[in-house]
């Protein structure tokens, strides 16, 4: 989880200046707007290339991810960085009581799931970049700035202003889960909300299981055509070519057998509720 809570302001960064004297004095940036401050290729440059001026281990997450602090010299924005990589094979009783064959946890689906966003077209994944930092490769994810977890606001019992966007971002988000077999897609502190109600997906280190049945089907009630057209699209030279170096190929495996049942679950739920009921933009 991450981010600050909807209508508090977002303090400004500071930078270090060096004086003529020589002395070092500490110069705030501007504040970035909420969200995010850079996104697709200017914020992947940046990511990979940006000098890391500070660090913050964060106090929640079993990822153990630290935020950032960047600067390319012009600007400065923040970033999560991720290491873990876990994989214990056969079957594994995790913390929350359920068990789980072939278990996952790693930054490469981090990056994996920013990369099928992308092909996707949804939006939903802030972007994020394989580095190599300090000795050791890992994930970093722009950081959404400004924003609060879908968590919080249950809490403060806050309401969409357009509840027909709202949900239409939440029928993505259930997809993107389904289709990546993500098995921590319950916690509601991985989704971020800003200020304006646009949603961002976080925390995908558990996606991509190898499973070739969905999660929850029953999370999956309306699609977007535009979406559907796109996933009908991915094949196995595509993921290969764009997610192939974080995933094996029995991710891809799935990856693709979930895509196919999702595209059989959506054509019958047009058949059974008409299209009208089910399919938007």
Not at 32 to 37: E, N
Request: glycine fraction near 8%.
């Amino acid at each position: 989880m991450r981010g600050s809570c909807v209508g508090i302001p977002v303090l400004a960064l500071t930078v270090a200046v060096v004086l003529p004297n020589g002395v070092s004095a500490q110069s705030p940036a501007p504040a970035p707007a909420y969200g995010l401050p850079l996104s697709g290729a200017e914020a992947e440059a940046f990511l990979k290339a940006a000098r890391v001026v500070d660090r913050k281990t964060l106090g929640d997450g079993v990822t153990r991810p630290v935020r950032l602090t960047l600067t390319d010299g012009t600007q400065t924005h923040r970033g999560v960085w991720k290491t873990i990589n876990e994989r214990k094979m056969g079957l594994q009783r995790l913390e929350t009581g359920e068990t789980e064959f072939d278990f996952r946890d790693s930054w490469r689906s981090e990056v994996a799931a920013y990369e099928l966003d992308k092909l996707l077209g949804l939006g939903l994944v802030p972007p994020t970049v394989e580095r190599h930092l300090d000795g050791r490769t890992g994930s970093l994810q722009m950081w959404v700035e400004g924003a609060m977890t879908e968590a919080d606001r249950v809490e403060k019992h806050i309401q969409p202003p357009d509840l027909a966007a709202w949900n239409a971002q939440l029928y993505e988000v259930r997809l993107l889960h389904q289709l990546t077999y993500n098995t921590d897609h319950r916690n509601i502190r991985n989704l971020l909300l800003d200020p304006a109600f646009r949603v961002y997906a976080i925390d995908s280190s558990r996606a991509f299981r190898i499973q070739t049945d969905l999660l929850t089907p029953g999370d999956l009630v309306r699609f977007s055509r535009a979406v559907l057209a796109r996933m009908a699209t991915l094949d196995r030279p595509t993921l290969e070519s764009r997610l192939g170096h974080w995933l094996d190929s029995r991710q891809i495996d799935g990856l693709l057998a979930r895509r196919d049942k999702i595209l059989v679950l959506a054509k019958a739920r047009v058949a059974e509720k008409g299209e009208e009921a089910v399919l938007y933009p």
